[in-house]
């Protein structure tokens, strides 16, 4: 039996607490941890092995006949890198899983991977957005999978869900987990409804075995996410990295605007402080956010993708999309160098000079987004999806519709460039499969570096492929970077599940 409590709700709403630390009140307050505390690159080594796993979402997917229940997989990494096997299956129909399989729920809708019970094993994270809590409809929740010697497991698996549930809420619309504040062992677990900012922690069984924590009452749940005035936002990622050097994790809440100005690209920005998170101000940019070290000096960046780009910091150029790059710095967090809050982001687009490609209307570039060292360098790359690109089909002319294509720019001393930077589309050469309308390749994309040798390569999803039963493309890293030599796919079948619209790869662990 596990030997952590339930997870209590440190703040479920903090408008309230805007220019303020979210602390957790002294009775929730787990032991000090010895030592500085430093916020972890990755956290997705369920097995302990060294070696990062990949966690992978499937919301559509049909489990025992309820159709759009979902499920995850997860892939452990080794030295051979990843493959097929060693790999596991989760639905609410798993064995020890909470819940059960219902139609809609969309398991896996979200994924995110922490060690939330400070065991050295990470856990992961799994939205159910479509729960039901009766009688509410879609009121949401998120399953905990625990790590262990034997990787991910569904026995004792804990169901998280908002301390006041409401109708169409969808928690668990989006998860993070890092370690935001010095006071507990583990990490904390950031969780958004469609308005909404969470956060959970657990605590160690030797402070009290009793029952288990109950979440704390919100004070007010009409609030929304802080934000500077006129850039409120309605959630939709977040992301988490030490931009600001003080060995904690910084939160960044990503979404779109509403009120009179709809669909615009903000972020919150919440440091991580010894009293814990503080929110610090708005962001252009979004709703895509990831993080990593692209000029190599020690400071997290922030990265943002708007691919719908309302704002016009293309400069002009078709609303194809944008990605705008803030640059961490010593007490100051995500801005240009150390020019101060408020600077504006060095802003790219497919018509910025090297970048591959052209910026068209509705393309799409920066719907995700992610980060890491793709060759070894030192220097954190940037890899972009662009789910809605139109290619042209080899040899006939016609465009393939929402095809989609990839690219990866290059991190640099001087922040991110485009020297050797690459795209690739499904007709790419060794590229395997070819383009169709509305395969949606690279809806999600992740770096990644399953067998530790440094060098970071693609995962690129396309889960409108094969009408939308979605499939997961390895493009590998040589010694120059990402190479699509040696790529192949997978598919949820490939792991043994479900593949019938399935939408396998809507989520990918970052």
Known sequence: MRT?????????????????????????????????????????????DGYEDVLIGAPGATIDSKQGAGFVTVQY????????SPSAVFSQNTAGVRGAAEAGDAFGRSVATGDLNGDGYDDAVIGVPGEDIEPLADAGGAVVLWGSPQGLTGTDSDWLQAGEPSAWAR?????????????????ELAVTDLSDLMLFRYEPALLKKDADAAPLAPAQRENVIPAEPGHEIDPKSL?????????????????????????????AYFSGQVQGLRFERSLRG????????INNDGYDDLVTGTPHNHDDTSGGAPDG??????????????????????????????????????????????????????????????????????????????????AGAVWVLRGAADGLTTAAARSWDQDSGEVPGVTEDYDQWGGQVRLVDPDGDGRYGLLAAAPGEDVSNGV??????????????????????????????????EAIDE
């Open 171 to 187: 928690f668990g619309s989006a998860l993070a987990a890092a370690h935001f504040s010095p006071d507990v062992p583990g990490d």
């Open 286 to 293: 979004g709703p895509a956010v990831a993080s990593g070290d």
């Open 4 to 48: 952590y409590r339930s997870a209590a709700v440190l703040a479920a709403s903090i408008l309230l607490l805007t220019g303020a630390a979210i602390a957790a009140p002294s009775a929730y307050a787990g032991p000090s941890a010895p030592g500085a505390v430093q916020a972890k690159d990755r956290n997705t080594d369920f097995n302990g």
């Open 239 to 267: 992301t988490t990295g030490d931009y600001d050097g003080n060995g904690l994790a910084d939160l960044v809440v990503s979404g779109t605007s509403g009120g009179a100005a709809p669909g615009r690209g903000w972020s």
């Open 321 to 402: 999309g944008v990605v705008g790059v803030y640059y961490g710095s010593a007490g100051d967090g995500p801005v240009v160098g150390a020019a101060g809050p408020g600077t504006e982001p060095v802003w790219w687009t497919q018509d910025s000079l090297g970048v591959p490609g052209v910026s068209e209307e509705g393309d799409g570039w920066g719907t995700d987004l992610s980060v890491g060292d793709t060759d070894g360098d030192g220097y954190a790359d940037v890899a972009i999806g662009a789910p809605l690109e139109d290619i042209a089909a080899q040899g006939s002319g016609v465009s393939r519709l929402d």
């Open 472 to 505: 997961v493309w390895v493009l590998p890293a040589g010694k120059g970077g990402v190479t699509a030599t040696g790529s192949w796919t997978f598919d949820g079948g490939s792991l043994g599940a479900p593949r019938t619209k399935a939408h396998f790869g």
């Open 77 to 84: 990494g080794s030295r051979s890198g990843l493959g097929t």
